[in-house]
């Protein structure tokens, strides 16, 4: 759980950013973005708002260094978007899910992992991991081109996470997903947040950017209308609610009577709380999985993966250096001029070796009924080159001279 110092941190810092389209003649046409200010702080999950057209895209791609300011400034993680260090430390989720259609889920997210570097081992680790986390194990040898949108969110949301990114950005994550996946992405970005990730989500979805975001700023014609916490935007203040066990008739009189004499005010409404919509589905389909009812759709999604935000470098570090060291030894030069070998050595096994061909090439040419395949046209094919040819091959590769050339004829 990250401090309240921590939090105080800067990712993302805009200082009167503007973006303005211009057509072919340089002449300044769409107004995107007009003065935005805003920070975003370590470890808060940070909601940006606003309808079609409202500028949400066009921040993003600033933010990713897809796109420059035309004024203003922007720094991530105090650098600018477009370096590639910072790049790294970002994982991504677009609003469209831009994967190969022929890949599948494992080829995916193997993909998507040598972008970053990680070492075989690690990309095996974390893609079944991942596959696990978002319910697409026993679906991870289809085809990207054969999902559903759903499905595609999933494994887009996975590759997002591939390189445990410190700064994730979430595109409408909910996009196509079912009730059940909507609650599963919302409590993968709640825990996300619990383990230090800041998180920028832009969603059309109000009740998902209410359930677990901590800040929001809503934008419209490009111009950030409001901006703070949850609680100060959301509390209305000149209403008090209370809630109590179920009340009997007698008593609410009795109570709409206190607050007439003692607050010279009514009481507005008396009703049973409601359980919210998607809690109730939520049970329903709870309980139709714990009885074991069959069904061809998502399995349920698995527990978040250890490595995300877990400081699991070291791990990738170690076979990082294990590989690099294999690849030191494999390519450091022999010497030009070996000195006599020397008994075990590896030139005098290599010789041995040698000397056993030898052996055996003689022995198979002299060898009495041994029998031979014969071929179909083996009557109209030249006669093969005796045996000892090879032996005398081997003999010279043993004596350390290279053999003569065919071309050039017998040495004299």
Not at 281 to 293: G, K, L, P, T, Y
Not at 298 to 316: H, I, K, R, Y
């Amino acid at each position: 759980m990250v401090t309240t110092t921590e939090k105080q941190i800067a990712v993302v810092q805009m200082a009167g950013v503007c973006k303005t389209f211009r057509d072919f003649w340089r002449r300044p046409r769409v107004p995107a973005v007009t003065d935005l200010t805003m920070d975003i702080h370590s470890g808060e999950i940070f909601g940006l708002l606003g309808p079609n057209g409202s500028g949400k895209s066009t921040t993003i791609k600033m933010l990713l260094g897809l796109l420059y300011p035309t004024k203003g400034r922007i720094a991530v993680f105090g650098k600018s978007p477009t370096d590639v260090a910072v790049k790294a430390r970002i994982g991504f989720l677009p609003e469209e899910s831009y994967l190969y259609r022929f890949l599948d889920a494992r080829e995916t997210l193997d993909y998507f992992g040598r972008l970053f570097h990680l070492p075989p081992l690690v990309r095996g680790k974390r893609t079944e991991m991942l596959l696990e986390m978002v319910g697409l194990k026993h679906e991870a040898r289809r085809p990207i081109g054969e999902y559903s949108k759903g499905m595609a969110r999933r494994i887009g949301l996975a590759q997002a996470l591939i390189n445990d990114p410190e700064f994730l950005i979430l595109d409408e994550p909910t996009s196509g997903l079912d009730p059940i996946g909507t609650r599963q992405i919302k409590d993968l970005i709640r825990e996300l947040g619990k383990r230090g990730k800041t998180i920028l989500l832009s969603s059309h979805m109000l009740a998902d950017v209410e359930d677990v975001c901590d800040r929001v700023t809503i934008l419209y014609g490009g111009r950030q209308r409001a901006a703070g916490h949850m609680d100060e935007l959301l509390s209305v203040t000149d209403r008090t609610q209370f809630i109590t066990d179920r009340l009997s008739h007698a008593t609410v009189e009795e109570l709409r009577k206190l607050v007439r004499r003692l607050e010279n005010k009514d009481i507005l409404d008396v009703s049973a709380p409601r359980t919210r919509l998607e809690d109730f589905f939520v049970q329903i389909v709870e309980d139709a999985r714990r009885a074991n009812v069959a069904t061809s759709g998502v399995a349920g999604a698995g527990e978040v993966p250890d490595f995300l935000g877990s400081g699991d470098e070291d791990d990738g570090r170690q076979v990082v250096e294990s590989l690099v060291s294999a690849s030191a030894d494999r390519l450091a030069p022999a010497p030009v001029a070996p000195a006599a070998a020397k008994p075990g050595s590896h030139e005098e096994g290599s010789k041995r070796v040698l000397q056993g061909l030898i052996e055996a090439s003689d022995s198979r040419a002299t060898a009495p009924g041994v029998p031979r395949p014969v071929q179909a046209d083996e009557t109209a094919r030249p006669a093969p080159p005796p045996l000892n040819a090879d032996a005398d091959v081997l003999e010279q590769l043993l004596r350390g001279r290279p053999s003569p050339s065919r071309e050039d004829g017998p040495k004299p």
